[in-house]
């Protein structure tokens, strides 16, 4: 256990590489469920502009966590998320997965707002579901010029893990 919170502490010590999200997820028992390692694949569902989105990506993901975090590490990019678990609503028996994470950044004269909204759920060694994206664009006054959402139907295959 003290090797864990070690490891914690060290991804929690890189910015450039994670980042801790505030999330709602359904239950506590989520991360024994949803532990271990996934091939994933998503897949548009629809769009406002098809022309700016992937329309299908492939990516192995290891989800693992303790106690109120989630962490997933996405094997083909390297990145890592913490997604630290806030009220955990424990009517939905440990299966189902939704949390929405909020990405605010400056690129030149624009402001962007990412809001993501993953809702997957688990059937045994199976989670499927949808990711929703939204890519809200501000000037540096804050007017809003453009909004561009995604849906993906997101389909998991546990590859490893308990």
Known sequence: M??????LLFLICLPAYSETL?????YDELIKGFSGTWHVTSKIDSA??????????????????SGNVLILENALTGAISNIKIDNPDKTLNGRELKFTRV?????GAYIYKHT?????????KVFKGYDTLKIEKFDTEGKLISVDVVK???VGQKIAGE
């Open 103 to 107: 990405k605010e950044y400056k690129d």
């Open 116 to 124: 993501e909204m993953p809702e997957f759920v688990l059937n045994g």
């Open 2 to 7: 003290k090797k864990f919170f070690i490891i």
């Open 48 to 65: 406002t502009n098809y022309s700016i989105f992937n329309k299908l990506s492939v990516d192995i993901w290891n989800l693992s966590g």
């Open 22 to 26: 505030r999330a709602n997820v359904s």
């Open 152 to 154: 993906y139907k997101v």
